[in-house]
């Protein structure tokens, strides 16, 4: 089989082709950051609010962006040329590779950049139609949860101990509050009003929970961002996930409990029926006002 095409520092390439030394500060540091960029029929879905978060994402590291928010999108219609359908964007920039091994962040290196494109794993029909499950843990990870690190130690071990328990999600709690999951933002409904965590430095400010909010506002559904408890989260009528893969998701067991009737909840399926409508009209003008 042939190797995909991908695109490193300024080249496209197939991707068994690239080759990154071990002195790259991604490779020895995790100092470096990412972002996905969902993609239906060869059209970004909000690719632009991606590469602005890229953009701060950098600027959190100080590390300085090789690319505009409209360079970024050209390289990745140029990705895409190669990779039709539903696809996932990943696009990773690290410090660069220095002479040496230092913690110090030197001056002047050149940021390596990778992209790839692998197929979008949209959730199954019977995901959507009866939920998944998710375990709970404590989040254990750093206070900087706001960027997009490529550093994901901590993401990867909340995330292993639900494929333990044979589920999907781990939704995490600081200090007795939701936080979010291993790799999507967490939403809890309670008599009809959705809640949704702080929009801090304890999570990462998902694109598919800011297009959330914003179908919420549009379609007259109650939204609250708030500190939410893990007493909350526990008595739910509903729990919702959200990320660029997983679109919007019921979870309708928490540890193996049933969450409110135990099936997918009624404003699950307005706010799912909102979020497929307006993916529908992606590529048309409208859909692209954020
Ligand atoms: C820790 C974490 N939170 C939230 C999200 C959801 O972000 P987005 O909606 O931008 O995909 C992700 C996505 O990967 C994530 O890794």
């Known amino acids: 089989m042939t190797s995909p095409i991908a695109h490193f520092n300024g080249a496209f390439v197939p ?13 020895i540091f995790g100092d470096g950051v990412y972002e996905v960029v969902p993609v239906y029929n060869g059209e970004p879905l909000h690719g632009r609010e991606h590469f602005e978060r890229l953009q701060r994402s950098c600027d ?39 002479s040496k091994r230092d913690h110090v962040i030197p001056t002047g290196l050149k940021p390596t950049v990778f992209m790839m ?23 254990f990870r750093w206070t900087k949860c706001h960027i ?21 999600e781990t939704i995490m709690f600081r200090n007795g509050f939701l936080t ?3 790799a999507s933002n967490a939403f809890v409904v309670k008599g009809g009003t959705v809640l949704a965590a702080p929009q801090d430095n304890m ?22 961002v708030r500190p939410v408890s893990e007493a909350e989260v526990r008595g739910a009528d509903e729990i919702w996930l959200s990320s660029s893969t997983k679109e919007v998701l019921a979870v309708t067991s928490l540890d193996g409990k049933p969450v409110g009737t135990g099936k997918p909840g009624p404003v699950f399926k307005r706010m799912h029926a909102l979020y497929q409508e307006y993916k529908g009209r992606l590529g048309r003008k409208d859909a692209v006002a954020a």
């Not at 991707?15 to 490779?27: A, N, T």
Request: net charge negative; glycine share 6%.
């Open 60 to 98: 959190e590291i100080r590390l300085k962006n090789p690319h505009t928010v409209d360079e970024w999108m050209a390289l990745t219609r140029k990705l895409l040329e190669s990779h039709p359908g539903n696809q996932s964007v990943y696009v990773h920039v690290t410090r660069g590779v220095p």
């Open 180 to 182: 979010e999951a291993s």
């Open 203 to 224: 999570i990462l400010l998902g694109i598919t929970y800011q297009l959330l909010e914003k179908l919420a506002k549009d379609g007259t559904l109650k939204l609250e």
């Open 117 to 139: 494109c692998y197929p979008l794993a949209s959730p199954s029909k019977e995901q959507i139609e009866n939920g998944v499950a998710c375990t709970t843990a404590e989040d």
């Open 148 to 168: 997009k690190s490529i550093s994901l130690l901590g993401n990867v071990l909340a995330r292993q101990s639900s494929v333990d328990a044979g589920a999907v």
């Open 15 to 27: 991707l068994d082709e690239i080759r990154i030394s071990p002195l790259d500060r991604g490779f």
